[in-house]
């Protein structure tokens, strides 16, 4: 008889701050502010975030080991190129097709996530003050149907 592992989902689930950023700063740009105004290190991953092989998150990252949390500054949007059908308008020009990591919050920028319990009021209100930042705001992961692609 074989033996059968249950894995309750309650037990795994991960607990995080989620701040959406709107602004049209380039990332090397946001990330430089990030990392001056908030005294953390942000560095570009590795490997991208990818679910399927057209898409493709970059992201960024820093272990903070005094406090034991990790920061994630992701991408919120994946443009994906692809040939034009040969029976459009123009069917030498590429189409693009725009991806939303979480689609719930489609006109988001960008998702700085904080594997900490307690949200920082002063991480928020410093992210607000920084030049070409239109608006920062803290977002409820646990009302998110797309969470799963947050957790990696």
Do not use: Q
């Not at 894995?7 to 709107?22: A, M, Y």
């Not at 459009?88 to 097709?97: A, D, M």
């Amino acid at each position: 008889m074989g033996v059968t592992l249950r894995i309750d989902d309650e037990v795994c689930e991960e607990v995080f701050t989620l701040v959406g950023i709107h602004t049209s700063m380039e990332d090397h740009a946001l990330v430089y502010a990030l990392n001056d105004c908030l005294k953390i290190r942000l560095r570009r991953a590795k490997n991208d975030l990818s679910f399927t092989k057209m898409t493709s998150y970059p992201y960024f990252e820093w272990k903070d080991e005094l406090y034991d949390r990790t920061w994630t500054l992701l991408f919120n949007t994946c443009v994906i190129e692809a040939p034009n059908n040969p029976d459009n308008l123009f069917p030498n020009e590429l189409s693009y097709t725009t991806h939303s990591l979480l689609p719930e919050y489609k006109e988001v920028d960008y998702l700085l996530k904080i594997d900490d319990e307690d949200p920082d009021t002063e991480v928020l209100k410093k992210i607000k003050s920084l030049p070409r930042v239109i608006t920062a705001y803290m977002i409820d992961a646990e009302k998110l149907k797309s969470k799963p692609n947050l957790i990696f």
